[in-house]
């Protein structure tokens, strides 16, 4: 089976990101990324971008796109959309990454409607953090799913991916997956560092149950993608909890045919 893993970061020699991939077993290289996505069949992977604007700060190995990171104060003179755009105009560039919750706005704000519309104009996903941060800093109120609901209705012809399927407001995340044809979910996030997974899903039973009944409530298994969000978890683990997600009937679509075509990787 192939997989494209459709969430992770890269940021080789980061000091936040080494602490984290070693507690999830891994390194945070180039190479150690490379051989472990060969060994589990991981083709290719996107990248959330979190490296600013400069076209010269994302170069990626050629097995990674990335996504374009943004947040509003990278959006404050119409050069800074001119640099969105060119980001777009390339080929490795697979669409657009927001962050509320980490910085304090919500995705309806008249700043990002300038990138809705280049999102548009090439057809390119924007991709959304939505539910639970990373840092006691960030504001939750800006990354429920429900917020979600509005842009997408605002911007029926962007295609908008909902990051962590919005966990932990699952019931939400599904209501608005199943209601809009234009929004997919990602399922990165949903595990952190190096588990005992048959343990952890012994001991967080309701929480799994409750996550694999709002997937499958959507009835929309073409719009659910396969993502690790790496590197916070162990990648073997991570595609071991997604198999036991997802009906075998749906593996192709999750694991890899969905992310191909949303983020139009041609593979």
């Not at 104009?121 to 924007?126: A, D, T």
Request: with cysteine.
């Amino acid at each position: 089976m192939r997989i494209i893993d459709a969430h992770l970061h890269f940021w080789p020699g980061e000091p936040y990101f080494d602490e984290i991939a070693r507690n999830a077993g891994h390194k945070n290289t180039e190479v150690h990324l490379h051989c472990e996505y060969e060994k589990l069949g991981i083709v290719a992977g996107i990248v959330m971008g979190n490296r600013g604007l400069s076209l010269e700060a994302h170069q990626y190995p050629n097995f990674l796109r990335y996504c374009i990171g943004l947040d509003q104060d990278k959006l404050k003179t119409p050069e800074d959309i001119d640099l969105v755009e060119s980001h777009l105009q390339r080929d490795i560039c697979t669409g657009i990454k927001l962050y509320p919750g980490y910085h304090p706005f919500y995705i309806t704000d008249f700043i990002f409607e300038p990138v809705y519309a280049l999102a548009e104009k090439y057809r390119k996903p924007v991709a959304i953090h939505m539910g639970v941060t990373a840092g006691n800093n960030a504001l939750l109120k800006y990354t429920h799913p429900l917020t979600l609901d509005e842009a997408a209705v605002k911007h029926p012809n962007v295609q908008f991916v909902m990051c962590h399927f919005g966990n932990p407001w699952l019931a939400d995340a599904a209501a608005v997956t199943a209601k809009n044809d234009n929004v997919a979910a990602d399922l990165s996030g949903l595990l952190e560092g190096h588990t005992d997974l048959p343990k952890l899903m012994e001991e967080q039973k309701g929480y799994f149950d409750f996550l694999r009944t709002w997937i499958a409530y959507t009835g929309h298994y073409e719009r659910f993608l396969f993502g690790t969000d790496w590197p916070l978890a162990n990648l073997k683990e991570y595609i071991d909890l997604t198999l036991q997600l997802i009906p075998s009937a749906h593996w192709d679509e999750v694991f890899f045919a969905n992310a191909n075509r949303i983020y139009h990787l041609g593979l």
